[in-house]
């Protein structure tokens, strides 16, 4: 069902289109919606494809003039919630927001899916909806990591696709990481490192020992500067910019990350008013904390991009606001007009044809 809010192209113009799962976030259509005016406003290429309940969106749409003409609602009438649980969504959630959005790219209507709905249903929704690229055993889940780098960011991946990784595995995420970094960051020749307990080649498991080899041994081909075992406190410094690990220890490094940095911000707010004098101190510094805030500020690096699928996929905070709703939808962007998609299936090939002594294409 389409709205008289349709995509309206200008002639001789092409926009890029993204899909919106408006319904699965904590915050309700109405923060996804401003934040995809907050995208939409400073960037007059782009189009959406918004699933969802439609009367409301329609409403909530018609109050955003960045929106107008560059729209289109398709009506569903289910949501998945956060409590829903994957093999549930798989049965009975063809009616959902959540699969109109990915069904979008399967489609090809739209080139990114972006939603802030259940992590493991979304996962689920976008394998069996879009496939594993050839050779894959295991997408993995991407984020950016606020870090010493130029850029101001690393990517670490898995951070929760699943909770298991071999050697085999490893080395694509290593290939998909660098992928991301080149054509997410803008990065020639990506740093990647293999988390590890510690950096000597004799530390850890077998298969991140296996890893470390197989990565090694590719990184000429694959055009990536290969830095061995890295540890955790590696993870934002400006060492690296790409750190490969398996979800379970990707995810507990996150949510320890995220935890941290609001204890962090928890202790300083109640440092600066603690006395009347650390108030004055508070008022003094006002410019550098504020800079300090936006640094350390999630919602900047709101999204967290699924790798190895036929199709981009990028997850957002489902508490995320309109600020980080319209971080994801610009990364969205930026993937799109990549062609991240198709380069990432190049790389996944050229590294399984490496393994088989066939030159890389460099992607």
Known sequence: MTSQNDIQTPLGAARTIISVDAMGGDLGPAAVVAGLARAAHHNPDIGFIISGDQPELERLIAKKKALQGRCEIRHTDEVVVMTDKPSQVMRRGTKTSMWSAVSAVKAGDAEVCVSCGNTGALMAVSMIRLRKLPGVKRPAIACLWPSRSKGGFNIMLDVGADIRADDEDLLQYAMMGASYARNGLGLAKPRVGLLNVGTEDSKGRPELKSANELIANASGEANIDYLGFVEGGDIPSGKVDVIVTDGFTGNVALKTGEGTASLISEFMRAAFKATPLS?????????????????????????????????????????????????????????????????LAARVASAAAARHDTPDTGE
Do not use: C, E, W
């Open 279 to 343: 108030r004055i101190a508070a008022l003094l510094a006002m410019t550098s904390l504020g800079r300090l805030k936006r640094r350390i500020d999630p919602r900047r690096v709101n999204g967290g991009v699924f790798l190895g699928l036929n199709g981009t996929v990028v997850k957002s905070h489902g508490s995320a606001d309109a600020t980080g709703i319209a971080a994801a939808i610009d990364l969205a962007y930026k993937l799109a007009q990549s062609d991240f998609s198709h380069k």
